[in-house]
């Protein structure tokens, strides 16, 4: 199986960064990703890290390590617009390329 | 590019009856396509992979009896709910990749509520 923790909920203020942490525990263990969700809407890809290090993307930063299991995304400049929920998702295998995900994080940001 | 499509985006059925959800990839070929639920408030559960041509496999827990999944071509893969209950009413969502590639790319996803 695997376990996928991070935060529920986060709020933070316009132009502020945020960190948002996952952690993982799983076999097999091929990459993760993040993605934005808005309410009633599919996710949108944010980032994706498989080895060790930052990926930087415009605003948004992903760090991984995998020795310890751990994963962030940072976003900075924040906006209105970034209120959403930010999933972290665990690929297992490299045939079949499943994704497992984290319950979200539920971010607000206010003016 | 790389768009998925998802039809329909809302539905509503009486329990008992059935329900299928198509699944399209409109610009690239979908070698593997998957299944997801997701609930209220929390998130994305993986219910099953399929491959072009060949059975879906079904995540721990996930009725194959019950979700019939049918990937015929490498753009349209089917989600069946058979004899629907109020408690699979829930946001069903595809995702999509191609052979090769890591990322997968989600439909708009479908919400089902059974009466």
């Known amino acids: 199986g695997q376990n996928i923790d991070q935060p529920t909920e986060m709020t933070a203020t316009e132009g502020a960064i945020v960190q948002i942490n996952c952690t993982y525990q799983t076999s097999g263990f091929n990459g993760l990703f993040w993605y934005q969700q808005h309410a009633g809407e599919a996710p949108t890809f944010l980032s994706y890290?498989?080895?060790?290090g930052l990926e930087e993307k415009g605003r948004f930063s992903s760090f991984l390590s995998r020795s310890k299991g751990y994963s962030y995304l940072l976003l900075k400049e924040l906006q209105m617009k970034d209120s959403a929920s930010y999933l972290c998702a665990v690929k297992r295998g490299s045939t079949l390329g499943r994704l497992y995900f984290g319950r979200g994080t539920q971010l607000t940001v206010w003016p | 590019g790389a768009v998925v499509s998802q039809h329909p985006s809302w539905v509503i059925c009486k329990s008992g009856t059935s329900v299928k959800i198509e699944c399209r990839s409109l610009d690239f070929q979908a070698t593997t396509m998957f299944w997801y639920r997701q609930f209220p408030k929390q998130s994305l559960m993986l219910m099953a992979t399929s491959n072009e041509g060949s059975k879906a496999t079904y995540e721990q827990g996930v009725e194959k009896d019950k979700f019939l999944i049918n990937h015929a071509s490498l753009t349209l893969s089917t989600l069946t709910v058979t004899s629907a209950h109020p408690e699979d009413s829930s946001f069903y969502i595809c995702?999509?990749?191609?052979?090769?590639?890591?990322?997968?790319?989600f439909g708009p996803g479908t919400r089902l509520t059974v009466t």
């Open positions: 890290n498989v080895l060790d």
């Open positions: 995702s999509a990749r191609t052979a090769g590639e890591s990322e997968q790319y």
